[in-house]
């Protein structure tokens, strides 16, 4: 006997040897998780954000036909007097959408405005700027001017042929510039995987009720919808669970039949009311319950039938944290995606950050750009996990690596922007 009590591991501790690195976590998730199958053609205007599902391939040039980059006039080169100035006939005009029909020969000129086809015998556009109007009516140019000068080729945008759009990309607001461009009206993307998600509590209460003594609101799931609601996904709100085996097994063997993806919020540590973790051994495949982040490490990850499940921490701030690291790239690679890296920046500290090796930390920061546009970041205050206004009032995560020992004022530091700063 002892007069001291040996801990068991736990949040408070800088390691753990039952937790599994960032990285590993990561690549377990992407292991994991199997992209959806099915797809539909919708209009083009409908697949902002959605995942293309086969390579599309330019059924012709962009742009169709040479045509002017300017307003000015379309001439041959050959036209041009060596060290002199040549006098030039227009003999019409071209206009974007009205072609010059007739063929241009030497000594003559085509006026010409932006967007319009190059005329039959010219090959180069000289600016209007570059031009003088004789008194005879003339047009004079100079002969400092070259072959293709000021015209768009043929394609120059598009060949024909080219992969524009591969398969698995996600379809950004230029994409959908790009299959107008191309005359194409519909595209087949992949569809949304479906996101369930609910919070567990016996202390939680719905908003509209005053608060009675042990209670609070539920928060999670409104900060839950609100970074759901950004993403291309259809999302199922399941509301609060209470803390017991038999409303969590009836919850999940509920959501499984339409939900992709099952989150939680809550009930995933080791205390009395932590019905999570068992609800998932009993019903489905536990791949890991505890990463080696702050905060947020107690995160369970699994399947159960052919849905995933991610069991979140309670705590508001892990809650948002593990959803940027962990959810996304799920909900990213179950849309058919490939994962992609977090975009990180680096930054000079402004502030002294405490923190031991052993884990990666996600502080909560506001970059801005200084004198040099350069990034600095301080903390956005006090940063335990439940303090939300740390999150809210951040437009970063300073992202501490697990071998970071301590932040001093001027040391460089990674951040990572928030989806919506
Ligand atoms: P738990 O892991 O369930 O023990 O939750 C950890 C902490 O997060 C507790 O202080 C909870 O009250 C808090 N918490 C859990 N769920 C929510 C929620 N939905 N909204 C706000 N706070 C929550
Ligand atoms: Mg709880």
Redesign the pocket.
């Known amino acids: 006997m002892t007069n001291k009590i040996t801990p068991n591991p736990g949040c408070a501790d800088p390691f753990d040897e039952e937790s599994i690195g960032l990285a590993e976590a990561l690549a377990r998730i992407e292991a994991r998780v199997r992209p959806v199958l099915a797809c539909e053609r919708l209009p083009i205007r409908d697949c902002l954000n959605r995942v293309n599902n086969e390579a599309v391939k330019s059924p012709h040039n962009v742009p169709p036909r040479a045509n002017s980059a300017m307003d000015g006039y379309a001439i041959a080169i050959d036209s041009l007097v060596e060290n002199d100035i040549a006098e030039l006939e227009e003999i019409g005009a071209a206009y974007a959408g009205k072609p010059f029909t007739q063929t241009c020969n030497a000594g003559q000129c085509v006026r010409i405005m932006t967007g319009a086809l190059i005329p039959e015998g010219t090959d180069a556009v000289i600016m209007q700027e570059q031009v003088e109007i004789g008194a005879n009516g003339k047009i004079r140019v100079d002969a400092d001017h070259r072959v293709g000068e000021n015209i768009r080729q043929a394609g120059e945008d598009v060949s024909r042929g080219e992969v524009v759009i591969e398969a698995g990309a996600r379809l950004n607001p230029a994409d959908l510039g790009v299959l107008a461009s191309l005359g194409i009206a519909k595209l087949q993307v992949k569809r949304k995987p479906v996101v369930a998600f609910f ?3 016996d ?2 209460m719905p908003l509209g009720k005053p608060l009675e003594p042990g209670m ?6 409104y900060s839950l919808h609100g970074m759901l609601s950004r993403l291309p996904v259809d999302i199922i709100d399941l509301g ?1 669970v209470r ?1 017991n085996p038999e409303s969590m097994r009836e919850v999940l063997t509920g959501a499984v039949s339409k939900a992709d993806l099952i989150i939680s ?5 080791v ?1 009395e ?2 019905y999570i973790k068992p609800a998932l051994a009993e019903l489905g495949t536990t791949e890991f319950w505890k990463i080696a982040i702050k905060p947020g490490r ?1 995160l369970t990850f699994g399947q159960i039938e052919a849905s995933l499940f991610m069991g979140l ?4 701030v ?2 948002m944290v593990t959803f940027s690291q962990f959810v996304t790239p799920a909900i990213e690679l179950l849309s058919g995606a490939p994962m992609r890296p977090p975009m990180l920046f680096r930054a000079r500290s402004l502030e002294r950050m405490r923190k031991m090796p052993g884990r990666t930390e996600f502080q909560r920061g506001v970059a801005t750009l200084d004198k040099n546009n350069e990034w600095q970041v301080g903390k956005t205050g006090k940063q335990g ?2 303090i ?1 206004m740390s999150m809210s009032r951040a437009n970063c995560f300073i992202v501490l690596p697990d071998d970071n020992a301590g932040v001093e004022p001027g040391d460089e530091v990674s951040i990572q922007f928030l989806d919506w700063s």
Do not use: H
């Not at 921490?313 to 508001?316: E, K, R």
């Open positions: 919070s567990t509590g202390e939680l609070i609101y539920d928060s999670n799931r609060v803390d919020t809550g009930g995933v540590s205390g009311a932590d107690p921490p309670g705590n508001p892990a809650v996990s439940g939300l």
